[in-house]
């Protein structure tokens, strides 16, 4: 696996330090049979540092496969890391290098839906299952029905 590394000494002097690289998802150490990865994924990013605090932006779009909520077949989701960035104080880095692969993992990790359903969310065994399933409401009203809402019929902003 290519190392996502960052070092710091290169970016005293207000440089910006740019990666894009293909990498394996080994390094999240998932062995899951109901969860599974993209073999290869990109990954582009950008570090540098702001006063005390090295700054880490970084995009990347991951496939993960997780099994249908009906019927149990393996169905794609794509997880994409649009900008996120990640602001980590230049106290808590030891030595010169850092190493960013646990903020990339735990940020795919905390897309991984929970649910997921084949061919869209129309399984074709959701026939199946309907009987169990309960019914969407189709009255989107009904839902606030019931609440009361203290302030709605003042408006405090009328002598501003």
């Not at 696996?1 to 290169?10: S, T």
């Not at 999240?28 to 950008?46: N, P, R, S, T, Y």
């Given at each position: 696996?290519?190392?996502?590394?960052?070092?710091?000494?290169?970016l005293k002097t207000g440089q910006i330090e740019k990666i894009s690289e293909s990498i394996s998802s080994d390094f999240?150490?998932?062995?899951?049979?109901?969860?599974?990865?993209?073999?290869?994924?990109?990954?582009?990013?950008?570090a540098y540092l702001a006063n005390d605090h090295l700054i880490i932006q970084f995009t990347l779009n991951i496939n993960a496969f997780i099994p249908c909520s009906i019927c149990n077949a393996m169905t794609k989701n794509t997880l994409k890391v649009d900008n996120t960035c990640f602001s980590i104080p230049l106290s808590e880095v030891k030595g010169a290098v850092f190493d960013f692969t646990d903020e990339v993992r735990s940020t795919i990790l905390n897309l991984v839906p929970s649910f997921s359903e084949c061919n869209q969310g129309n399984c074709p065994d959701r026939s199946l299952v309907k009987k169990y399933l309960k019914n969407p409401a189709k009255d989107e009203s009904s839902k606030t029905k019931d609440v009361y809402f203290p302030f709605a019929g003042d408006n405090f902003f009328i002598e501003l």
């Open positions: 696996m290519k190392e996502l590394h960052i070092y710091i000494d290169r999240l150490e998932i062995d899951e049979q109901d969860l599974a990865f993209d073999k290869i994924f990109k990954i582009e990013a950008e």
